[in-house]
């Protein structure tokens, strides 16, 4: 279902609204069944909620006739120069409150790299430091001579601090998120943003974080991260992170790796590396996940823990995929 032309904007506001409330509320079995009416009523429902479900978080908060102007872009993709056009919009479209805004989208929308869901992206820097993107992912680099800095905009990254030898001497290597800045000292880590804080890990070398920061900081008075260490932190400081039994860095293989993991857990994971809603009833939330599933065959993963956990797949449409126990 693919249209080149301009969706009807009360179709396109009706599919923000949807996505915010599916995505960003808590959504109960009426709702969810008044969506699906109004999915199947026309065609053209289902091709705006595709377009707005493809650009996911983006409109989020983003004025409606900005979302409209970007919608009715959206089979050419965002590329770096259709977000530019953005900034002109704004600037008529009366979004000066939410620019002004302590977090907004368009950073990310501008960001240097980027990732789609499901997506996970490789890239390597000036100085020789290795970038792998997670599913839906941002980041930007800031380097000049006296360090490097690499901002997340959106998502989770892992990356492997280079040597830095092109340089006349060794520049610091900072990491900025929004819940404050770490120095990685010969490091690799992994950074994800999620709503209550930065999760952060660590496997070789050491790691400063100072919560709250908004940019690189003297080198004092932080908290030392060291190898094999995972945490959280948010600008009211650090706290140890729960184990859910989801290996944070699998997703670098290709793979999520599970170990005892609540299938509620498990299900919140394995969503973001496809689109649309994925959920579990919470009558089979409690049950238990193990082992190791490859992120290519997102379906296949699904049959296989349904198999094994004694579940049904109900796909009401591509993009709503409900697991409930079997009959």
């Not at 919608?71 to 770096?80: E, N, W, Y």
């Not at 340089?167 to 010969?186: E, I, K, L, N």
């Not at 932190?233 to 290996?247: K, Q, T």
């Amino acid at each position: 279902m693919r249209n080149q032309g301009a969706l009807e904007p009360a179709v396109v506001d009706k599919a923000i609204h949807w996505l915010v409330c599916l995505r960003f509320n808590h959504a109960d079995e009426q709702t969810r069944r008044t969506f699906e009416q109004w999915l199947q009523q026309r065609p053209e429902h289902l091709l705006a909620w595709q377009r707005v479900e493809a650009l996911g978080d983006e409109f989020t908060g983003i004025p409606v006739q900005l979302a409209r102007h970007t919608l009715d872009s959206a089979d050419r993709g965002i590329r770096r120069r259709d977000s530019l056009k953005l900034l002109s919009i704004l600037a008529t479209a009366s979004a000066t409150a939410w620019l002004g805004r302590e977090y907004t989208p368009l950073p990310a929308m501008l960001a240097q790299q980027h990732s789609a869901t499901g997506e996970q992206r490789s890239f390597e820097l000036d100085d020789g430091s290795l970038i792998q993107l997670n599913s839906n992912s941002a980041v930007d680099s800031v380097f000049d001579t006296r360090k490097r800095l690499i901002i997340l905009r959106r998502g989770e990254f892992i990356v492997n601090v280079g040597a830095d030898e092109r340089s006349a001497q060794t520049r610091p290597f900072w990491v900025q998120t929004r819940d404050g800045v770490m120095r990685a000292q010969s490091s690799r880590l992994l950074a994800r943003e999620r709503d209550d804080g930065t999760l952060l890990a660590v496997q070789g070398g050491a790691v400063t974080v100072f919560p709250g920061s908004s940019q690189p900081v003297a080198d004092n008075g932080g908290n030392s991260v060291l190898t094999r260490t995972r945490l959280l932190f948010a600008s009211g400081g650090v706290r140890e992170l729960r184990d859910n039994g989801l290996d944070v860095w699998s997703w670098s293989s290709g793979v999520i790796s599970a170990r005892n993991m609540l299938l509620r857990d498990f299900i919140g994971e394995l969503s973001r590396y496809r689109p649309g809603v994925l959920r579990c009833s919470d009558a089979v939330a409690d049950r238990r996940v193990s082992g190791t599933f490859q992120l290519a065959n997102l379906d296949q993963v699904l049959a296989l823990v349904a198999q094994s956990l004694r579940l049904r797949v109900d796909y009401r449409t591509r993009y709503w995929v409900t697991l409930t126990a079997a009959s």
